[in-house]
């Protein structure tokens, strides 16, 4: 059974930090990009970062570039998010996905999620 699992998120405020985590199984994790989306309330869900679990190449949304950073332990089978500089426009429920998209050619913008962890909500006060 294919799991991901997102744990961290939480309440902080305006320029603040969070960790989130994503724990996978039942798949093979080398076989799949992993990335975060994030869906804030009344919008669609977008891609925010993603990363190449085979060579570690990372790629961000505009919007948290230089602020977020994504980083994988293959052994672990384990993605994680650091955000720093939190917004109040960062509120949103964050999911970890496992992706078959080329990166490469769909960036963070155009992923999509093969597989889907349940959400974790992070909000951000001013």
């Known amino acids: 059974e294919v799991q991901l699992v997102e744990s961290g998120g939480g309440l902080v405020q305006a320029g603040g930090s969070l960790r989130l985590s994503c724990a996978a199984s039942?798949?093979?994790?080398?076989?799949?990009?992993m990335g975060w989306f994030r869906q804030a309330p009344g919008k669609e869900r977008e891609g925010v970062s993603a990363?190449?679990?085979?060579?570690?190449?990372?790629y961000y949304a505009d919007s948290v570039k230089g602020r977020f950073t994504i980083s994988s332990d293959n052994a672990k089978n384990m993605v994680y998010l650091q955000m720093n500089s939190l917004k109040p426009e960062d509120t949103a429920v964050y999911y970890c996905?496992?992706?078959?998209?080329?990166?490469?050619?769909?960036?963070?913008?155009?992923?999509?999620?093969?597989?889907w962890g349940q959400g974790t909500q992070v909000t951000v006060s001013s």
């Open positions: 039942g798949f093979t994790f080398d076989d799949y990009e």
């Open positions: 996905a496992a992706t078959l998209s080329d990166l490469k050619l769909s960036g963070v913008a155009n992923m999509w999620g093969d597989y």
């Open positions: 990363i190449d679990t085979s060579d570690g190449t990372t």
